[in-house]
C-alpha cells in the first residue's frame, strides 16, 4: 500500500516515529486522522499484533479522507496490527467512552481540533489514557491555538519538541513523557 497523505513535517514525523520505537509502544491512539497518513505510518513501524486506534470526524462515505481511512485500517489489519476506527467528535462522551474503552494506550497524538477549548479538551480526555507519552502536532503553527496550549502545559511535564521545519514557524510535535 502506498502511504496515504499526511499533513505532517517529514523530518519531524520521522524523529517521533523514532521516539516511539525508542519507547517500545504496542498501542496507539490518534486524534485526528484525516487521510491517515500518520495513523498508517505510525502503525507500520509497530510490531505486528500492535493496537492502533484512530479517532476523527465523520466523512462523507464518497469523500477521498473517508476511502483512505478504510485502506489504511484493512491494510494495518492485513499487516497484522488490530486497528479500530472511532467515528465522531473528540470532545463528546460517546467517543470518549467507546475509545476508553479500547485503552489504554502506550501512546497518543492529538491533531485534531487545533482550537484552544478543543486541544485542551482532548489532552483532557485522552491524554490520561497514555502510559508512556502524549504528543501534540503544531505546537509552532501559529494560525492555530495549539502553541499557546504547548506553552502553558509543557513547564509543568518531562517533555521534548520536534522542531525542524525550515524558519521553525509551522508544525512541531511536542512529546510529554507520561
Given at each position: ?78 499487516e497484522g496490527r ?35 477549548d478543543g486541544v ?59
Open positions: 500500500m502506498v502511504p496515504p497523505q499526511m499533513l505532517q513535517y517529514e523530518p519531524e514525523f520521522q524523529a517521533f516515529l523514532d521516539i516511539l520505537q525508542d519507547v517500545g509502544a504496542r498501542s496507539y491512539l490518534e486524534i485526528g486522522c484525516k487521510h491517515g497518513g500518520t495513523l498508517w505510518r505510525v502503525g507500520m513501524v509497530l510490531p505486528k499484533g500492535s493496537v492502533c486506534v484512530g479517532v476523527d470526524l465523520p466523512r462523507n462515505p464518497g469523500s477521498a479522507s473517508y476511502s483512505s481511512m478504510h485502506s489504511v485500517i484493512r491494510g494495518l489489519e492485513s488490530q486497528c479500530t476506527l472511532v467515528w465522531g467528535n473528540s470532545t463528546t462522551r460517546p467517543v470518549i467512552d467507546k475509545t476508553r474503552a479500547l485503552g489504554p494506550f502506550d501512546a497518543v497524538f492529538i491533531d485534531a481540533d487545533h482550537s484552544y485542551r479538551q482532548d489532552w483532557a480526555n485522552y491524554g490520561p489514557m497514555a502510559t508512556k507519552l502524549v504528543a501534540f502536532h503544531d505546537i509552532c503553527y501559529i494560525k492555530s491555538d495549539v502553541p499557546r496550549f504547548w506553552g502553558e502545559i509543557r513547564a509543568s511535564h518531562h517533555y521534548s519538541e520536534l522542531r525542524y521545519a525550515p524558519g521553525g514557524v509551522n508544525n512541531g510535535i511536542g512529546v510529554i513523557y507520561v
